[in-house]
């Protein structure tokens, strides 16, 4: 099914552990980006990219990097995790443009101890 | 970045009618208001976006104020699936896009 595809679904990092939260669409859309979401909050920007090659910060990119070498994938990488670092983390893709919706993954959650 | 204001909560009825307001007064030109709805547990799901005018999609439509300072979602008739955090934002056509979503409004639909 065309979609957006997270994965792992569920982890549990150490301080100090590094990691990659994989992001994949099927859909050929340029934009792509990663939202966290702590407790009770909304979505919050981390880092977003409009194409191949392009990627930029959001609202909280540190402790958080990105590359985009191909259309369809967009990594997340955790330098070293930290305890404020434990959420839920969504990616989103879309078309540039912005006349359409965004399609969300359904989600990574992320524990650090 | 343009921002938007959401009530933090609001009920309604099951099968009756609910009137989602979302107050987004320094919107620019090229703003899209879109709106989105998030289940417990799951990721957010698109519900319906709009530039100018009005817009009706299976799921629900969606009011613009004149000015567009201002939006409405309507569901017509709010079943207990319709319970949920409902989120609007204001996406620029094209670009850089850096969108951010508030906290959005908790909808509780009662038997």
């Known amino acids: 099914n065309a979609g957006v595809t997270q994965t792992p679904k569920f982890q549990v990092l150490k301080t100090g552990q590094s990691m990659t939260l994989q992001c994949a669409q099927d859909?050929?859309?340029?934009?792509m980006s990663w939202y966290r979401q702590d407790p009770g909050m909304g979505l919050r920007l981390i880092h977003y990219?409009?194409?191949?090659?392009?990627?930029d910060q959001g609202e909280v990119p540190n402790g958080y990097n990105v590359s985009r070498s191909t259309t369809e994938d967009f990594p997340l990488r955790l330098l070293s995790a930290a305890p404020s670092q434990t959420s839920v983390y969504f990616c989103?893709?879309?078309?540039?443009?912005?006349?359409?919706?965004?399609?969300f993954g359904s989600g990574t959650r992320l524990t650090v101890v | 970045d343009a921002k938007t204001t959401q009530p933090n909560s609001m009920e309604s009825n099951e099968e009756e009618p609910v009137h989602l307001p979302c107050n987004h007064s320094?919107?620019?030109?090229?703003?899209?208001i879109h709106w989105y709805r998030q289940l417990p547990s799951q990721g957010p799901e698109y519900v319906i976006h709009g530039l100018t005018s009005n817009v009706n999609n299976r799921m629900a439509s969606l009011a613009i104020a004149e000015d567009r300072k201002s939006s409405t979602l309507i569901l017509h008739r709010a079943t207990l699936r319709d319970a949920a955090v409902y989120y609007c934002?204001?996406?620029?056509?094209?670009?850089?896009?850096?969108?951010?979503f508030g906290t959005g409004t908790k909808l509780q639909v009662i038997p």
């Open positions: 320094t919107i620019s030109g090229t703003d899209y």
């Open positions: 859909m050929n859309h340029e934009y």
């Open positions: 990219s409009v194409g191949a090659g392009i990627t």
């Open positions: 989103a893709s879309s078309y540039v443009a912005g006349v359409d919706g965004y399609t």
């Open positions: 934002i204001l996406r620029p056509s094209g670009g850089y896009q850096k969108v951010t």
